[in-house]
């Protein structure tokens, strides 16, 4: 049985590679293995052990799964290879708050050191590195006990994420991209920055907070219908404008330092909040002269993320994450 967690109402459920061989699922004893072989083994994985047990099921959750699972770690000390797995079968390559999970997991079993350690995830797209490194570190950030993750630098722009037919346009002096499916579904849509933390992410900026779309209203058709065939790859999705699909966001500025956004994940649909969309959000806020450098409070239904942003020479060259998790009984 997977062991539930909350980060910033994201539920994700860990295993360890024993457990889930112990379910009778043949999975490889080496991350990199696994990853390249996911298609054999991960719908029985999900099926296995994202379901809820009674009693954690989220009210207005639209499934009966977990937003992922975590399989991890393949080692006992560190480096600790680790499979983040999105409830479609897929793996993904970045997860923030699926990783602030696996840290909090990783303390309770006594493997995580004070200093912190590095992470290692690996996934099978064709267009990213693999393993994805991370380091994670214990810390307390205004009381509150959790941990950063040092996501690295982003990269901007539509060959970051692989973007296909999207147009170049002008925003607070800066080139960004207009992506003619998010504008036929609105046209107050039409400024959007890709960002590659990790994850590929289409972070579309508005400047009111009334085009903003709902969680509700993302989950009802026809937009829901739409939002998928933009954000997932095919055969669900039409993989446009990126093949292997993209995390949509939309952000809107509301004071110093601080951004409200809404997230529609590739696998997995809108959700309550993500820890690299929001550090996505941060980081496509900074390249337009939306925030500076320094701490950046991005506001999501499931919760505020602390994202830090390291600027050197005019460049960005470091976002971390901070977050925490709890254990779910």
Not at 58 to 76: C, E, M, T, V, Y
Not at 165 to 180: A, L, T, Y
Not at 266 to 281: F, K, L
Request: glycine letters at 10%; one cysteine or more; charged letters at 15%.
């Amino acid at each position: 049985m997977a062991k539930f967690y909350d980060a910033r109402g994201n539920i994700y459920g860990v295993v360890s590679p024993r457990q889930v061989c112990e379910a009778g699922i043949n999975l490889p004893a080496s991350a990199e293995d696994a990853a390249s072989s996911r298609a054999a083994w991960s719908e029985r994985v999900i099926e296995t052990f994202c379901q809820w047990p009674d009693g954690i099921h989220p009210a207005g959750a639209k499934h009966h799964r977990s937003d992922g699972l975590l399989i991890g770690p393949f080692q006992s000390s560190p480096p600790f290879d680790l499979l983040i797995v999105n409830t479609d079968g897929t793996l993904a390559e970045r997860s923030g708050n699926g990783l602030t999970i696996f840290s909090q997991a990783l303390l309770e079993q006594g493997l995580l050191p004070q200093e912190g350690a590095p992470l290692q995830v690996h996934h099978d797209k064709q267009d990213a590195q693999s393993p994805v490194p991370i380091s994670i570190k214990p810390a307390e950030v205004a009381g509150v006990q959790g941990f950063w993750l040092d996501l690295g630098q982003p990269g901007f722009g539509p060959a970051a994420v692989s973007a296909l037919g999207v147009e170049p346009v002008p925003f607070n002096g800066v080139q960004i991209s207009r992506v003619r499916p998010l504008v036929q579904l609105d046209p107050a849509w039409a400024h959007s920055q890709f960002v590659r933390i990790g994850n590929p992410h289409c972070v579309t900026l508005l400047e009111d907070e009334a085009a903003l779309p709902s969680n509700e209203q993302m989950l009802e058709s026809p937009l829901a219908d739409s939002l998928t065939a933009i954000a997932y790859a095919m055969p669900t999705g039409a993989g446009q404008p990126c093949p292997a699909g993209v995390n949509l966001q939309w952000a809107t500025r509301v004071g110093d330092q601080r951004i409200v956004a809404r997230v529609f994940e590739r696998g997995e649909g809108p959700t309550a909040s993500s820890g690299t969309s929001a550090s996505a959000v941060a980081s496509a806020a900074w390249r337009v002269g939306w925030v500076s450098a320094g701490e950046v409070q991005v506001v999501m239904p499931g919760g505020t993320a602390p994202v830090l942003l390291e600027e050197e020479q005019g460049e960005l060259v470091r976002v971390r994450l901070f977050g925490t998790a709890r254990l779910i009984d």
